[in-house]
């Protein structure tokens, strides 16, 4: 889990390096992003055949490929303007996105803790947006705007997975999320790289994806998920040293408090997680 969140802090300044530094079009470079992460899963996809595409939720797929693809189209427009630092910490706030919307849409029961602890981490996002400071830029919400969708897309995953099989699920994402960011990059114009730095940045992006799932893969597949998901925190502080050892960006001193606050309302989630699934499992066997 630690590298896989390690992954996830290089690929942030491979696209970061391809955007804010050498000035591509962040649509373009998350098409090129994903179409490397496509071709190293291709051999995944031939080992599962066509089996893996029967589906009777066509309309789901989609719907939560669209979510998925203005997520990561957001989140690559916000690195291309924002620091890591707080584009990383603005991101961590999307499972308060997925409670709101299990609420909302999936008419889940809640609770009132669980909406205690997402207005807490949402008071975290509003530290570290400090939209009262002077010289503030609405660019800081591109990352918050690919949460949302990003945890549109989790509901959707969640929904599909009562129904269909997880190769399914995986399948339909490789598949479609690549020539759905190429519409995407072709409204700017499909740009390629200027420079040998800039086909690095693009492959390093790539390899990284695939990395950073598999390792997330791995982790989820040797230990249960309660004990290794709070190591996904990790992904903070990697992402803070990271974008400071490759850009010399350092966070202002709004960002820890507000840092603090997500991260201890997101482990409070968890925690009620296990225990409503402990209590479930009572409620089985007994």
Not at 227 to 249: I, S
Request: a positive charge; aromatic letters at 12%.
């Amino acid at each position: 889990m630690v590298l896989a969140g390690a992954s996830f802090a290089a690929v942030n300044v491979a696209l970061q390096t391809a955007t804010m530094k050498l000035g591509m079009p962040s649509s373009s470079v998350v098409f090129w992003q994903y179409g490397a992460a496509l071709l190293c899963g291709v051999p995944w996809l031939l080992r599962h055949g066509l089996s893996s595409m029967a589906t009777s939720q066509m309309g789901l797929h989609l719907l939560r490929i669209v979510f998925a693809v203005v997520g990561v189209q957001l989140w690559g427009a916000g690195l291309a303007q924002v620091e890591i630092w707080q584009a990383i910490a603005l991101v961590m706030s999307s499972p308060f996105f997925v409670i709101l919307g299990a609420r909302v849409f999936l008419k889940e029961e809640v609770g009132v803790a669980r909406l205690g602890a997402t207005l807490v981490g949402f008071g975290g996002v509003a530290v570290i947006l400090e939209p009262w400071a002077q010289g503030w830029q609405p660019a800081v919400l591109l990352p918050l705007g690919a949460a949302a969708f990003w945890g549109a897309a989790s509901l959707i995953t969640k929904k599909l997975s009562i129904r269909e099989k997880p190769e399914t699920v995986t399948a339909y994402l490789l598949l479609l999320l690549t020539p759905v960011n190429l519409a995407f990059a072709m409204t700017e114009g499909l740009a390629f790289p200027s420079s040998p730095t800039g086909y690095v940045a693009i492959a390093a992006a790539g390899l990284f994806t695939v990395c950073a799932n598999y390792f997330l893969t791995l982790a989820y597949s040797k230990a249960d998920a309660a004990y290794v998901q709070p190591f996904d925190h990790l992904k903070l502080p990697l992402n803070v040293a990271f974008g400071f050892l490759a850009f010399g960006f350092a966070p202002t001193g709004a960002f820890w408090p507000g840092a603090l606050l997500i991260v201890a309302a997101s482990l409070y989630v968890m925690h009620d997680e296990r225990k409503r699934q402990a209590k479930g499992l009572l409620l089985t066997e007994s």
